[in-house]
Structures are given as structure tokens and as C-alpha cells.
């Protein structure tokens, strides 16, 4: 765990960061200094920030790099008509402040219903938890669409592997197909085709993915 000083830095780059979440790791040094009377390097506030798990929040290209050799999937979302549950999840990560230290949630979200599917909390960014909270999440349900952002936990094998083995009907996120197809709109039919955006179906596809049925 980290020390007294580093926490207390931590705190208020946190109370920085809640007021102002477009600000980047410079920003936030140069209004430590200014405003908190704190010289703080800014390389030092960019490595605590990533421990905490933060970064600006803004529009901008690339923002979540998935890690070399992790597939990069297509968004299907734009356009869609979300009408029942359990057509999209969606699954996010922050972290959460606590006397002396932090932690992380990972949380599961009915698009439609706004429920809370599943969640967990741990002390460190490392993917278990996030495959934990899949798990029970996928005890109750499978999620037509599994929606996350390119970081390297939602395109990790071992995150699309749970799904594919868990049987989900999936469009985002887990399908592993021949590389002349994956950059098209994919969409998978509980009949186990595949329909590509340009009207082609590619049967037995079960052949092309390693799914459990359901």
C-alpha cells in the first residue's frame, strides 16, 4: 500500500479530478502548485494518477488502447434501438476513494433497464475481478451485445473467452472469426449463422468460433 504522503497527494488529485475531470496529469500539477501550494512533478502525478486508474476525460482519438496481440472490435451500438433487457450491457471500471486508500469497481449495466447486473471490488487493476463480476453477471443472463471500451480487460482472451464459453450471443467484444471478416458488421443469430453486413451468411460458423451452446 502506499504511504501516508502518497495518499495524501492521491486525495487531492482526487478532489482535483472530481471538480475538474478534464483535467490531464499537467493541468493538475500546475493547480496543485498554484492553488494547493504542493510542487509536485508532474511525471509523479501522472503515475499516481494511473494507479488510481484515472485520466482526462474528453474526446479524442485512441483514447483506450487495447494491449499488443488483443483483437480490436467493431462498435455496433450507433443506431441501435435498445428495447429489452438484456439486449446491451455495458461494463465500466472506476475506483472508488476510501479512508487511507482506494479501490476499484467493475460494474455490469442493463442498457435498458438501467439494473446493475453484476459488480465487484478490488484492491488492484488486475483482470480477476472484472472476470468475476462477468461470471456471476452471466448466472442470471446472456447479453445479446456486451458493450466496453478498447482497454486492454474488455479485449483481453481471457474476458472474450468467458463469454464465448459461456454461450452468449454475441456481437461485440468475443466473436474470434477468420481476419477477412473482422472488421464487418457482425451479427450472431441463435441458430449459430452469421450475417455479414453485405447480406452474405457464412455458415457453420460454429466452426469459426469456440462457443458452448447455450
Given at each position: 500500500?502506499?504511504?501516508?504522503?502518497?495518499?495524501?497527494?492521491?486525495?487531492?488529485?482526487?478532489?482535483?479530478?472530481?471538480?475538474?475531470?478534464?483535467?490531464?496529469?499537467?493541468?493538475?500539477?500546475?493547480?496543485?502548485?498554484?492553488?494547493?501550494?504542493?510542487?509536485?512533478?508532474?511525471?509523479?502525478v501522472l503515475?499516481?494518477?494511473?494507479?488510481?486508474?484515472?485520466?482526462?476525460?474528453?474526446?479524442?482519438?485512441?483514447?483506450?488502447?487495447?494491449?499488443?496481440?488483443?483483437?480490436?472490435?467493431?462498435?455496433?451500438?450507433?443506431?441501435?434501438?435498445?428495447?429489452?433487457?438484456?439486449?446491451?450491457w455495458r461494463?465500466?471500471?472506476?475506483?472508488?476513494?476510501?479512508?487511507?486508500?482506494?479501490?476499484?469497481?467493475?460494474?455490469?449495466?442493463?442498457?435498458?433497464?438501467?439494473?446493475?447486473?453484476s459488480w465487484?471490488?478490488?484492491?488492484?487493476?488486475?483482470?480477476?475481478?472484472?472476470?468475476?463480476?462477468?461470471?456471476?453477471?452471466?448466472?442470471?443472463?446472456?447479453?445479446?451485445?456486451?458493450?466496453?471500451?478498447?482497454?486492454?480487460?474488455?479485449?483481453?482472451?481471457?474476458?472474450?473467452?468467458?463469454?464465448?464459453?459461456?454461450?452468449?450471443?454475441?456481437?461485440?467484444?468475443?466473436?474470434?472469426?477468420?481476419?477477412?471478416?473482422?472488421?464487418?458488421?457482425?451479427?450472431?443469430?441463435?441458430?449459430?449463422?452469421?450475417?455479414?453486413?453485405?447480406?452474405?451468411?457464412?455458415?457453420?460458423?460454429?466452426?469459426?468460433?469456440?462457443?458452448?451452446?447455450?
Amino acid at each position: 500500500m502506499a504511504d501516508e504522503h502518497d495518499l495524501f497527494i492521491k486525495r487531492e488529485i482526487d478532489k482535483i479530478y472530481t471538480t475538474h475531470p478534464e483535467f490531464g496529469y499537467r493541468r493538475i500539477a500546475v493547480w496543485l502548485k498554484k492553488y494547493n501550494n504542493m510542487t509536485i512533478n508532474k511525471k509523479a502525478v501522472l503515475r499516481h494518477m494511473r494507479e488510481m486508474g484515472i485520466q482526462a476525460i474528453y474526446p479524442r482519438k485512441n483514447a483506450s488502447k487495447a494491449e499488443s496481440g488483443h483483437i480490436i472490435y467493431p462498435y455496433l451500438l450507433k443506431g441501435l434501438v435498445i428495447g429489452r433487457p438484456s439486449q446491451v450491457w455495458r461494463i465500466d471500471i472506476t475506483y472508488v476513494p476510501i479512508h487511507k486508500s482506494w479501490l476499484y469497481l467493475a460494474a455490469i449495466i442493463d442498457w435498458h433497464s438501467r439494473f446493475v447486473v453484476s459488480w465487484e471490488i478490488d484492491d488492484n487493476l488486475e483482470i480477476r475481478f472484472v472476470l468475476n463480476a462477468c461470471k456471476n453477471a452471466l448466472k442470471q443472463a446472456y447479453p445479446e451485445i456486451m458493450n466496453g471500451d478498447q482497454g486492454s480487460h474488455f479485449t483481453s482472451f481471457k474476458y472474450t473467452n468467458l463469454f464465448i464459453e459461456a454461450g452468449s450471443r454475441k456481437v461485440l467484444n468475443i466473436i474470434l472469426l477468420l481476419k477477412y471478416i473482422l472488421k464487418v458488421r457482425i451479427f450472431l443469430l441463435p441458430s449459430n449463422k452469421i450475417i455479414l453486413s453485405d447480406k452474405y451468411y457464412v455458415k457453420d460458423a460454429a466452426h469459426h468460433l469456440k462457443m458452448a451452446s447455450p
